[in-house]
Antibody, heavy 123, light 106 residues
């Protein structure tokens, strides 16, 4: 079945960087864009950006410009999120999710999601 | 920036109909999705493209839109439907989520 498996929890100090992986299985990796969202404790989801595994194209939320980098490794069926200059308010669960495009006219929706990776930023 | 507004909480009795709304400017021109998220779990899509239900999602879940408001309706609500629900839409190639609604079944 389609599955996204993310790397484990991370603890970082302010100013550091974190790199999270998301490994896809059960489908043709290069055919679907993968998005990253995060959810701070008790908050809603916040979209960070997407990557097209086929050609490596990316789009980032303006909020994270200059701090976030999305990459992919097609040989490993994996995408990666790197977030730099970490601050305590970056503490959140980070999710990758596959963008599923409806048949016909429609906007993509996210299915499935990875299990989430908790990133804690604290001195 | 584009905003989607949801009520923070909705309560419903078992077997009754739960209704969760999501409002946004010109929402009728967009396609809205709804996600269910239970504590400690990842979100699961329950409605996409305003009204479409993915395979495996019970028929008691339905979606609709009218004007600037999208609505998620859960008929015959069960205890296992207790969760946080998030609406989501696209605005100029940017993904936007609502603030979420905690559905309590009591």
């Amino acid at each position: 079945q389609v599955q996204l498996v993310q790397s484990g929890p991370e603890m970082k100090k302010p100013g550091a960087s974190v790199k999270i992986s998301c490994k896809a299985s059960g489908y043709t990796f290069v055919r679907y864009t993968l998005h990253w969202m995060r959810q701070a404790p008790g908050q809603s989801h916040e979209w960070m950006g997407w990557i097209n595994p086929g050609d490596g194209n990316t789009k980032y939320s303006r909020k994270f410009w200059g701090r976030v980098t999305l990459t992919r490794d097609t040989s490993a069926n994996s995408v990666y999120l790197e977030l730099g200059s970490l601050r305590p308010e970056d503490t959140a669960v980070y999710y990758c999710a596959r963008a599923q495009v409806p048949v016909g006219i429609g906007s993509p929706y996210f299915d499935p999601w990875g299990q989430g990776t908790l990133v804690t930023v604290s001195s | 920036s584009y905003d989607l507004t949801q009520p923070p909480s909705v309560s419903v009795s078992p077997g009754q109909t739960g209704i969760i709304t999501c409002s946004g400017d010109k929402l009728e021109d967009k396609h809205v999705c709804w996600y269910q998220q239970k504590p400690g779990q990842s979100p699961v899509v329950v409605i996409y493209q305003n009204t479409q239900r993915p395979s495996g999602i019970p028929e008691r879940f339905s979606g609709s839109t009218s004007g600037n408001t999208a609505t998620l309706t859960i008929r015959g609500t069960q205890a296992l439907d207790e969760a946080d629900y998030y609406c989501q839409a696209w605005d100029s190639s940017i993904v936007v989520f609502g603030g979420g609604t905690k559905l309590t079944v009591l």
